[in-house]
């Protein structure tokens, strides 16, 4: 317990030191984050200026955590989110080289986040197994498919979740302290958590509005990966459907508008995903990261508490 509490701490004092030094680097190269010509129109001088790429001290901490533990437990579980970092950080580097707001097209990307989920999961069926919840068995063939759909899913959730100041990161907080309810006790998890805990609040003192640094798609990747590999490792593969409820609301609204537009050739929102309605609703953009935030922490709780009720967990 004392050795994950250092953990935290340690995750947290190092994310702040090097979000500092990775926001004087990326302003040195001029490394900024495109903007989409189709976006809300709103601070998009000042966002265009904002340095990117803050996951990649994300990658840089998880790395650092399994040299420090050197197990096979680090090595399955830190592997999937820096994994999945590196694919937002290729996306993220392709539309810097661009000067673009795409990188992937978007069958390259569901290729490798498709690829890299099922290749981690099949991991972790090896070696730990794969249980849904705590006393419900689902047979391989249904639980491979249904956590790789879960961690390709996650990953678009949280990218697109990304896009005001504060909004992802404080969001996976939440989900963090959801997570903490339903996760077993052990002190692997109890020290992975700690880790992702300290991470996410040091990058949060800089990404809180005006943000300082975005985490781009590297960030966005990286921690979905890192509620996937949580739930796994806990046993608990259905704890993301109340970790992930904001993320997968902001999924689901963009999908319904995709939907309507192509098929019935009118919007559902004003503009997808759901936070963006808001904005040219009028909502200043801390009032709608502040009642997201809200929404996601009360519902996060409600359907915890209703999975814990329903299986006496």
């Not at 001290?57 to 970092?85: E, K, N, T």
């Amino acid at each position: 317990m004392r050795y994950a509490v250092a953990s935290g701490i340690v995750s947290f004092l190092l994310g702040l030191a090097l979000q500092c030094l990775w926001i004087r680097v990326q302003r040195r190269l001029h490394v900024t984050q495109a903007q989409k010509s189709y976006g809300v129109g709103i601070d998009v001088e000042v966002k265009a200026s904002t340095p990117t790429m803050g996951g990649v001290v994300f990658i840089a901490l998880a790395l650092s955590a399994f040299l420090a533990a050197r197990s096979p437990d680090a090595l399955r579980f830190w592997s999937l989110p820096v994994a999945c970092g590196v694919i937002g950080f290729v996306d993220d580097r392709l539309k810097f080289l661009n000067r673009s707001s795409e990188g992937f097209s978007s069958l390259q990307k569901l290729f490798v986040q498709v690829l890299v989920a099922f290749l981690w999961v099949l991991q972790a069926l090896r070696q730990n197994g794969l249980s849904l919840w705590p006393g419900l068995s689902c047979p391989p063939w249904a639980a491979v498919p249904f956590t790789v759909l879960a961690t390709v899913g996650m990953m678009n959730a949280v990218n697109v979740t990304d896009g005001l100041d504060g909004l992802a990161g404080g969001a996976f907080m939440i989900s963090l302290a959801v997570l903490g309810c339903l996760l077993p006790r052990s002190e692997f998890i109890f020290s992975a958590f700690a880790v992702l805990f300290g991470m996410a609040a040091s990058f949060l003192i800089y990404n809180a509005r005006p943000a300082l640094i975005f985490m781009g798609d590297t960030g966005s990747h990286f921690l979905a990966g890192a509620l996937v590999a949580l739930c796994v490792e806990g046993g608990v593969i259905l704890a993301l459907l109340s970790a992930g409820f904001l993320f997968g609301i902001e999924l689901l609204s963009s999908a319904v508008q995709i939907v309507s537009i192509r098929g019935f050739g009118r919007k559902v929102f004003k503009m997808a995903p759901l936070h963006h309605h808001f904005q040219l609703m009028g909502w200043n953009e801390t009032t709608v990261t502040t009642r997201f935030l809200v929404v996601h922490a009360v519902c996060s709780a409600l359907l915890a508490a209703l999975g814990v009720i329903i299986s006496g967990f």
